[in-house]
């Protein structure tokens, strides 16, 4: 990042300092998130640990759903920079646009049975990182690497997972975080 350049202009101290903040805190936040979710949804769904347990072949597709479930950002904010149109809606260019990534991941013309959390889940095109180009999460392929490696440490010593209490949410319209998530681990 420090010898990066944008159409020959070396980045400003307020672009690196930007780049740093998006490395650091996001990476991490959104990366805890998925994880929390996903233990919660473990929780929930006993029947997919032990079926990541017994199958560790399941831990790329189980990493994906926890990342497509737990959806760690709700939205993305962008503009659009042309004319266009998307199912059906027309946009202008400068016009501001929202990517409800909570809602495409839930999509049903994307998911079969979408409200049904899913280890084995492919294919699993889900965006929790958008979808490609640009925009790209910087941080996805360790992010991914990051909760598969948490799984696989996890399935090796831990027989199950059972709430102790409720989980509570942080306040955010922007991250599906957790500020509480009492478990009982069952050790195995």
Do not use: Y
Request: charge should be neutral; include cysteine; hydrophobic fraction near 40%.
């Amino acid at each position: 990042l420090l010898r990066a350049e944008v159409d020959g202009d070396r980045l400003s101290e307020t672009d690196l300092d930007n780049f740093f903040s998006i490395l650091v805190i996001a990476g991490n936040e959104t990366t805890r998130i998925a994880i929390a979710q996903g233990v919660l949804a473990f929780c929930e769904n006993p029947g997919q640990w032990d079926r990541l347990r017994a199958g560790p072949e399941l831990l790329d597709p189980a990493a994906d759903e926890v990342l497509r479930w737990s959806c760690p950002t709700h939205f993305m904010r962008r503009t659009a920079t042309v004319d266009t149109g998307l199912g059906g809606a027309s946009r202008r260019a400068g016009d501001k646009v929202v990517l409800w990534s909570v809602s495409g991941n839930r999509d049903e013309a994307e998911f079969a049975d979408p409200e049904t959390f899913d280890v084995g889940r492919t294919p699993n095109r889900h965006l929790s990182f958008g979808r490609g180009g640009p925009h790209l999460c910087l941080g996805v392929h360790l992010a991914r690497l990051e909760v598969k490696i948490v799984l696989a440490a996890l399935a090796r010593r831990v027989a199950g997972f059972e709430l102790a209490g409720e989980p509570s949410r942080i306040r955010s319209n922007f991250t599906n975080g957790l500020k509480t998530l009492p478990v009982r681990v069952v050790s195995g």
